[in-house]
């Protein structure tokens, strides 16, 4: 506790001084009287006209109200975050300049009204603000500076949306202030970093990509809710988020107000949209905020009803923003839209674009998310929605037409069926559109108030259906199958990726054996052999590619032995195959590290030993959540310093450490801070496990170096006490092909290694892991006919890179010309990017030689 204390002192002195004056100055609980406020708060006039510039800082040192409670849990909590990460100097430096220049620069833009052309900084004029949460939003800004990438963009991405929102839609003097202080907060952050300022597009993972869309997308949603609970305000879109509240009086009290004006057609028209009031409006403004959050939701969770439903949403709050700032004259009262129009220009353009400008981010986001929908439960949702909207309809028309003299005027069929759309509209945003009848009954208001909430709710209900589900290639029960043939025994060390994500499965007859492949460009590209007993296994392959061929598929066994693919065809028949990587196979029971050739690894353990850095065996359900939170930021960050997108098919990420069967091995410093980390995948034989490969590798930026090397060295050392067979450091993909090749294919693979090698290295990990002496055991992938190698090329680059472009598949396709120049699409990688870069510097001789430190106990 003494600890935690002592790394946030500066901060706990800012809430205590806040604390304190407010104690002093009697401002406890509902904050300073009007005289402290006339005395301390900042206002346009006391600082740009009477030079009162101190108020700067004693505007940041009380509260108003309500809010203390919540100040001094961002400055314990919030800003004692940033102190543990900067520095108690920084961060006082960082609260005192961004308190001071923040507030300077956002009164200057209320003083010169630059915001909204004294549309909006007229009001807010005289106003005082106390507000010490401005410079929280400086320090936290400042702070992100200093974070790893991962949480760099959090911060600012969902830290700006939000201060924008706040700006648009509530528009308070101190909300302008805090943007101000952010934006001050960015730019000292990057002198305190000494972080030269840049633009560089920094890559997410899929999940990454999804979790900060989809935090955009529920802050956005934020935004009318802001306007509606915001009891005053002058934000740009105010007006439009106070649409989505029913803020129309009673039809009895407007009439009354009406008496003196009774030849006033606006009067009339509110008069007349009173009727339409009730609790079915109010709900109505409601749902559909409800479904972007739904739709944010999904997002995050990689659901393709997500983007359909934010599209959907934003693209129709965008209509009916243009409709009601009379972007659509056709469609309203030309008097009232004109007067509207000459009003509010920039409302009107932001009300529409800002929608819009989410529809075009979800859209170029949406690859990101592609967990599709089961059919059964896309027919479900689906039914559920049309079959409301359906019914709404018929209830609104049908019943309508029978109960026509509830209206005034009465209705005809026709007039029900035009104005059925605007049951389904906030009444918010009808307020400049004409009303041709108006319901004076009881079952007549039930109709005009219920049916548009009713398709709403069927919306927000349906979309939970169909997010609630994912069609998958592959059942439970084959997965479950696949285990069980795994646990038997398996060959080949990536025979635990045939239950990963993505791959689909074929059995043969007798169910002694499975195949896992992936589909693309016409071919069922596989996962290395088939699984099962060796007895039978050429056969179960056999019978794969006869099945391929009945379903018009080419089949292609990707990663496997010389000799299995030697024996796949028929007299006269044979197949062909080319060499696409090594499996490097180390025997524990052998292993040892005497000798010249094993200086690096023996000091990088000397090395590890003199920092405290420790080896711990264990998996990922048995990590505490800040342990989780740390190697994702890790693998984060190597994925933005790639200039490719995160791969797949045999290479896994963070996704995949979270089977039960996967074992991790981590290189944990002093505070529990995670150095590297390793997984490592089973393979079986007879119900044990008798090896374990190497899968994903990350080390920290700035760890020291030869981390990875106590590793490997660590997990080698675990297996032979464990009385493993082998230990695999896996295949670097397409590191076999040589340009050189009389084979096309070949040359096709060797360009496909040679684009993504700038980016990945797998090349550079080949050799990176000869300095563990291992055993070379050539994969290769097999093919029947080189008629089809261009698609077989193809859907190897497609099952890597889903998302690979016509572009760079044509420069692939080009190796087809052995003349062909090397393909390099970017520089080589940085020295800390990837596995190929876990090369420690030279090294003095040892301080001590010998074997690997004995292994940690096993947790899992």
Not at 153 to 174: E, K, T
Not at 362 to 386: D, N
Not at 563 to 576: D, M, R, V
Request: proline share 7%; net charge positive.
């Amino acid at each position: 506790m003494i600890g935690w204390l002592a790394a946030r002192r500066a901060s706990i002195a800012l809430a205590a001084v806040v604390l304190l004056l407010a104690a002093v100055t009697r401002s406890l609980p509902f904050g300073p009287d009007p005289r402290l406020t006339a005395s301390v708060g900042l206002g346009i006039g006391e600082v740009y006209q009477h030079g009162q510039v101190w108020r700067l800082l004693t505007s940041v040192l009380f509260a108003r109200g309500i809010e203390l409670p919540v100040v001094i849990a961002a400055l314990v909590l919030g800003v004692g975050a940033c102190e543990r990460r900067i520095g108690s100097v920084r961060v006082l430096v960082a609260w005192f300049l961004t308190a001071v220049l923040g507030g300077a620069i956002g009164t200057g833009l209320r003083a010169a009204g630059l915001l909204t052309r004294n549309f909006w900084a007229v009001p807010p004029a005289n106003s005082l603000v106390l507000d010490p949460l401005t410079p929280a939003f400086g320090v936290v800004m400042a702070a992100s500076s200093f974070a790893g990438p991962l949480w760099r963009r959090r911060i600012r991405l969902v830290g700006f949306a939000g201060l924008i929102v706040l700006v648009l839609y509530s528009g308070q003097p101190a909300d302008v202030n805090r943007l101000a202080a952010a934006l001050v907060g960015l730019v000292l952050g990057g002198v305190l970093a000494r972080r030269r300022p840049r633009l560089r597009f920094l890559r997410s993972s899929h999940h990454e990509s999804r979790s900060l869309l989809a935090a955009v997308l529920a802050v956005s949603s934020i935004g009318p809710v802001v306007a509606v609970v915001q009891p005053s305000g002058y934000g740009l879109l105010r007006p439009f988020g106070r649409l989505f509240l029913d803020t129309l009086p009673g039809a009895q009290t407007l009439m009354e107000r009406c008496v003196a004006a009774v030849e006033d057609p606006g009067c009339s028209r509110e008069v007349l949209l009173a009727r339409l009031n009730g609790p079915g409006a109010l709900v109505l403004t409601v749902l559909p905020l409800l479904v972007m959050l739904l739709a944010a939701f999904a997002i995050q969770r990689g659901r393709t009803v997500g983007v359909w439903l934010a599209v959907a949403v934003n693209g129709l709050l965008a209509l009916f923003g243009a409709v009601y700032y009379g972007l659509f004259p056709v469609l309203g009262d030309a008097d009232q839209i004109n007067d509207l129009r000459s009003g509010v220009t920039v409302q009107s353009a932001l009300a529409v674009a800002l929608p819009l400008a989410l529809v075009a981010g979800v859209v170029i986001g949406r690859h990101h998310v592609t967990a599709r929908p089961s059919r059964q439960a896309l027919i479900v949702g689906a039914g559920i929605f049309v079959g409301a909207v359906v019914a709404s309809a018929l209830l609104y028309v049908g019943l309508g037409t029978l109960v026509r003299a509830q209206f005034r005027p009465m209705p005809s069929v026709l007039d029900l069926l035009l104005e059925l759309p605007q049951r389904y509209v906030p009444v918010g945003f009808l307020r400049f559109r004409r009303v041709d009848f108006v319901p004076v009954g009881p079952i007549a208001q039930l109709l005009t108030g219920w049916v548009g909430p009713l398709a709403w709710f069927a919306l927000l209900v349906g979309g939970g259906v169909v997010a609630g589900s994912v069609r998958n290639v592959r059942s439970e029960r084959d997965l479950v199958r696949v285990r069980e043939l795994l646990k038997a025994g398996a060959r080949g060390s990536i025979s635990w990726m045939t239950t990963w994500s993505g791959n689909r499965y074929w059995f043969s007859e007798d169910g002694r054996h499975g195949v896992a492949y992936r589909e693309g460009s016409g071919v069922a590209l596989t996962v290395g052999e088939p699984v099962g007993p060796d007895d039978g296994a050429i056969e179960a392959a056999r019978a794969f590619a006869v099945h391929c061929d009945d379903i018009g598929l080419t089949p292609a066994f990707y990663s496997v032995r010389p000799e299995f693919a030697a024996a796949l065809g028929g007299p006269g028949a044979p197949w062909s195959s080319i060499e696409v990587g090594e499996d490097t196979v180390i025997d524990p029971s052998s292993f040892t590290m005497r000798g010249k050739h094993w200086q690096d690894v023996r000091s990088s353990i000397n090395r590890a030993d003199r920092l405290g850095i420790r080896s711990l065996w264990t998996s990922w359900d048995q990590l505490p959540l800040g342990w989780r939170s740390q190697i994702e930021a890790i693998s984060e960050e190597w994925v933005a310093d790639k200039r490719l997108p995160e791969l797949g098919f045999t290479l896994g990420g963070v996704p995949e450490l979270a089977d039960r069967e996967v074992r991790l091995m981590l290189a944990v410093g002093p505070e529990d801070r995670i150095e590297g980390v390793t997984s490592w995948l089973p393979t079986w034989e007879g119900g044990e496990i008798v090896g374990q490969t190497l899968d994903f590798m990350r080390r920290r930026t700035g760890s020291p170096n030869g981390v990875m090397e106590f590793v490997i060295a660590a997990v080698i050392a675990h297996a032979a006490q464990r009385g493993r067979r082998f230990v695999s450091l896996s295949v670097a993909p397409l590191s076999g092909a040589s340009p050189d090749s009389d084979n096309r294919i070949e040359r096709l693979l060797d360009s496909l290694g040679r684009l993504l090698e700038p980016a990945y290295g797998f090349r550079s990990l080949a050799n990176y892991k000869q300095k563990f002496r291992p055993d070379h055991r050539p994969q290769v992938l097999a093919f029947a006919d080189a008629v089809v190698l261009p698609a077989v090329t193809v859907a190897v680059a497609r099952a890597y890179l889903p998302d690979l472009t016509l572009p760079a598949i044509a420069r692939m396709l080009g190796a087809l010309r052995p003349e062909e120049e090397p393909v390099q699409i970017a520089p080589p990688a940085s020295p800390h990017s990837g596995a190929a870069a876990f090369e420690p510097a030279p090294e003095p001789a040892p301080d001590r030689p010998g074997p690997a430190d004995p292994p940690p106990d096993e947790r899992a």
